[in-house]
């Protein structure tokens, strides 16, 4: 099956070109905390977004009213309860999958007994107006949670009459996740306003070599869906088809990493090893949108520091080296050199606008350096310790946009207040 049709028109400058050239009160993308954190003393109406200019770090937030959790434990109760929410993943158009927790456990409590006793709701946000969209309970009950590959579902959104690349506002969205091994879709359609699960339309030949552990959130490009194994390589879906088809692309071949031993059910210890190994990969590797193709990145963190750029090809089939320059002299000449007995440099996000631009962790400070060039565009000091980072454009017209919906009150609940909070 060939990505070639689906892929071409969204390889094009017209993105960075409409966004760059904007005239308004907020940059043309950001660079957003994974963490959402939940404020139980704000009444605020909406989502708190602050946006920021990168490579400064932007954040959201929400009032724990609009997450309607559980009523707070008695004072001098020994259950504790936690609120905390993620950035699942961004639309290719600014639109935010959120995911919030309400976690209980008696104390004292370790991390394992927080996983017993947990309510998870989902939203659909738009940052920029304040506008967030409740899906619907998967399986009707907020304790139902997806059997996925780690849970990490995406968001795809169509515009323009259905057409997968027309521009301004989206006529629809789609939030999914793969299931089963990647046998079956869990999807939200918009138009639907429900959850259902598809069988997948698989080929032999699209399958990857083996299960894949997820440890990047989902990438929306070229009217798919795009998981992410930073060991093995991507799988793409098309959520909004009838009956989806999986298609698979390995790593450049040097990239691939042999699989981990399989771990034996229950073992929290061998998860929790095969999880840090996961986030130690995740650090040096990253794949997103740039210029309308989807790149891979890869930094080597011994020696010189090896940071090398792919790109994807139309087909959707291989990588093709575009760029690559020995870090350690570049951020030294910058004024940020790295000390031997320092961390090595990490890899946060890519540049959506920009394919020369890849943006580093460089201990306290995310440091941009033009790949192309090789040299330091610019800098910020770190905030905080950021556990992940998620790219988001931030489209002209998303400011007074509405999150498509059914019209159904009953199906999908909405924040109708246009209020940011800058």
Same mark, same amino acid.
């Given at each position: ?138 399986? *009707?009950? !907020? =304790? ?12 795809? $959104?169509? %515009?323009? @009459? #259905? &057409? ?36 997948? *339309?698989? !080929? =032999? ?12 959130? $989902?990438? %929306?490009? @070229? #009217? &798919? ?59 040096? &590797? ?137």
């Amino acid at each position: 099956m060939s990505l070639r049709r689906l892929l071409s028109a969204a390889v094009s400058g017209n993105l960075r070109r409409s966004l760059s050239t904007a005239t308004s009160s907020h940059p043309p993308w950001a660079i957003i905390d994974y963490t959402s954190s939940v404020d139980q003393s704000s009444s605020a109406p909406t989502p708190c977004f602050r946006p920021l200019e990168p490579p400064a770090v932007s954040t959201i937030s929400a009032s724990a009213h609009l997450l309607n959790p559980r009523e707070r434990p008695a004072p001098g109760s020994n259950v504790v309860q936690l609120l905390g929410g993620e950035v699942r993943a961004a639309s290719g158009d600014g639109h935010l999958l959120l995911s919030y927790c309400d976690l209980r456990a008696e104390a004292p409590c370790t991390s394992w007994d927080l996983c017993k006793d947990v309510e998870t709701q989902r939203f659909v946000c738009n940052p920029l107006s304040g506008q967030m969209l409740r899906l619907p309970d998967i399986g *009707g009950s !907020r =304790r139902t949670l997806p059997e996925s590959l780690h849970s990490h579902m995406g968001i795809l $959104t169509q %515009a323009g @009459g #259905g &057409r997968r690349h027309g521009r301004g506002p989206p006529d629809r969205f789609a939030v999914a996740d793969l299931v089963s091994q990647g046998g079956t879709l869990l999807r939200f359609l918009s138009d639907e306003g429900k959850w259902n699960r598809v069988v997948m *339309g698989i !080929r =032999r030949r699209s399958m990857p070599p083996r299960n894949m552990s997820l440890n990047q959130e $989902t990438v %929306a490009f @070229g #009217g &798919r869906l795009w998981w992410v194994d930073l060991t093995l390589g991507v799988i793409s879906v098309d959520p909004f088809r009838d009956t989806p088809e999986i298609f698979c692309t390995l790593l450049p071949s040097r990239s691939v990493l042999p699989a981990r031993a399989p771990t034996e059910t229950g073992d929290f210890s061998k998860d929790e090893e095969t999880a840090k190994y996961m986030r130690e990969v995740a650090k040096y &590797r990253r794949v997103g949108v740039s210029e309308g193709r989807l790149r891979y990145a890869e930094l080597t963190p011994g020696g010189p520091f090896l940071l090398s750029s792919f790109a994807l090809d139309d087909e959707g089939r291989a990588w093709t080296l575009e760029q690559q320059v020995e870090l350690r002299k570049v951020l030294a000449d910058g004024g940020y050199p790295v000390q031997h007995n320092s961390a090595a440099p990490q890899i946060a996000v890519l540049d959506p606008l920009n394919a020369c631009a890849v943006h580093l962790k460089v201990g306290e400070h995310v440091v941009v350096v033009d790949i192309h060039k090789g040299n330091v565009i610019r800098a910020s000091r770190l905030q905080d310790d950021y556990f992940s980072l998620v790219p988001c454009v931030l489209p002209p017209w998303l400011g007074t946009s509405r999150i498509p919906t059914t019209g159904k009150k009953d199906d999908m609940e909405a924040q109708d207040d246009l209020v940011i909070c800058l």
